[in-house]
């Protein structure tokens, strides 16, 4: 499986309407979870989040809003940000653009959000060009560190090392709450709080 945990300059440029990172003079990061609400991975990220006073930013499935509505009011209720990932985490590579439109239309009819995430970060030119059409508001948010919880031939100690190695002031980073991901991000996350502590990071939600 190949992907970088660190967002190179070059693909910045190429989707620069993207937000892929933020200013790093207010020494700030940004904690973000995809594909979720989850039964067991979401609200542990709620208490983790919780005891470290942080807030976070949660990319949603439609359907997964759909199938735990109060574990996405636990989210909006704890203060954190979310944001739509489609209705049925599709891959804009692989998906006609009026289609891959009308499901993250679905999905916007669940999440109260004009942050956007496309699943995988695949999302074409043409694609984004619609979205903001149809969506003026829209903030397409990417990122530039990626903890890799996702990779099964990982462990949590290389999600943790992921972080906080390519971590800087403004960075976008991204965690699952997922059935998948859960043996790495349930160790990583706590880990990667406690660093972010002792940096005196401030960690804030995505508006």
């Not at 989040?49 to 499935?61: P, R, S």
């Not at 959000?113 to 995988?120: A, C, E, Q, T, V």
Request: hydrophobic share 35%.
């Amino acid at each position: 499986m190949f992907y970088l945990t660190k967002t190179p300059g070059i693909l910045k440029a190429l989707y620069k309407s993207c937000i892929w990172n933020f200013s790093p003079a207010a020494n700030t990061v940004y904690l973000t979870f995809d594909d979720g609400p989850h039964p067991e991975a979401t609200p542990f990220i709620l208490e983790q989040l919780a005891k470290y006073e942080a807030k976070g930013t949660f990319f949603c499935i439609g359907k997964n809003v759909v199938e735990h509505p109060a574990i996405y009011q636990q989210i909006l209720e704890a203060g954190h940000s979310t944001g739509n990932h489609t209705h049925n985490h599709v891959n804009g590579w692989k998906t006609g653009t009026d289609k891959y439109i009308e499901n993250i239309l679905e999905a916007r009819k669940y999440i109260t959000s004009n942050l956007f995430r496309p699943p995988y970060g695949r999302i074409t030119p043409f694609q984004i060009k619609q979205l903001k059409k149809t969506i003026p508001e829209v903030k397409i948010i990417m990122w530039d560190v990626l903890s890799a919880d996702f990779d099964q031939e990982i462990d949590g100690e290389t999600c943790v090392q992921n972080v906080v190695f390519k971590m800087q002031p403004g960075s976008i980073i991204v965690f699952h709450d997922s059935t998948k991901a859960w043996d790495r991000m349930s160790y990583a996350l706590p880990r990667v709080l406690e660093y972010c502590r002792k940096m005196k990071f401030e960690m804030a939600g995505i508006k």
